[in-house]
């Protein structure tokens, strides 16, 4: 956090430096973000990402679409608009945010977008099979995605019960958990802890963790087998 000197943010362990929450999924063919948020130009250059075939987005918040501006190098290389995906209530707040973009008459060089409208039906990115699955963030309707066996849910803290069905039987899980005290929109660790042995997933790493989680070292030593923190630049292979 800016300014912060607490142990993690002074920490020299690179797992305590932690930018805003997104990942790439990539097939091979195949190259898509979910969420590109302030940090998403950075993330970009430091990974060296020369093509990204779609965006998806989890909801509107800042943290999640704020760098959606930078996908101009995208379009430069590959003289077509960025297929953006997300749901009606996401797709306004890019409209709002993004005007310039969006304008019948825009200057030459702004970001060229094609939304696309999902709702929980299943699509496809390429050949990147893509199951929306529904969670909320206090009152906010957040989606979560499934990519095969792999499923990525951030900025929730709760999931229905039929949402929760498409998340079992993945072999791979990435769940929020941004700290030990409990809060409002986001799952503690706790909950995600009790959440991911519910829905038996062999593998989970926890991701959107706030300075106060504390330091990764320390708080990687209490998690149960098979759960562990994630960190910037981490890479899993399903
Ligand atoms: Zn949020
Ligand atoms: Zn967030």
């Known amino acids: 956090m800016i300014g912060c000197d607490c142990s993690v943010c002074s920490s020299t362990d690179k797992k305590d430096k932690r930018l805003r929450s997104s990942i790439l999924v990539s097939s091979g063919q195949t190259t898509l973000v979910v969420d590109s948020g302030p940090d998403f130009r950075y993330q970009m250059l430091r990974e060296n990402v020369k093509k990204l075939d779609a965006i998806i987005y ?24 960025m297929p953006v995906y997300s749901d009606e209530m996401t797709q306004q707040v890019l409209i709002r945010e993004f005007p310039y973009a969006f304008k019948d008459t825009r200057y030459p060089g702004v970001p060229e977008i094609q939304l696309h409208s999902i709702a929980l039906e299943p699509f496809m990115v390429g050949d990147i099979p893509v199951v929306p699955i529904q969670v909320w963030h206090l009152k906010m309707p957040v989606l979560g995605y499934r990519f095969g066996s792999f499923t990525y849910i951030t900025d929730a803290n709760r999931i229905e019960e039929s949402e929760k069905q498409k998340i079992r039987g993945s072999e791979v899980l990435v769940l929020n958990a941004l700290r030990k005290e409990k809060h409002i929109s986001h799952f503690s660790l706790q909950e995600s802890v009790a959440l991911a042995r519910e829905l038996e997933i062999p593998r989970v790493w926890f991701t959107h963790i706030s300075h106060q989680l504390g330091r990764h070292e320390l708080v990687s030593e209490e998690l149960p087998r098979g759960i562990e923190l994630g960190y910037d630049r981490l890479q899993i292979v399903v």
């Open 58 to 81: 989890t909801h509107s918040h800042k943290d999640h679409v704020a760098g959606m501006d930078d996908v101009r190098a995208y379009n430069f290389f590959s003289g077509r608009p």
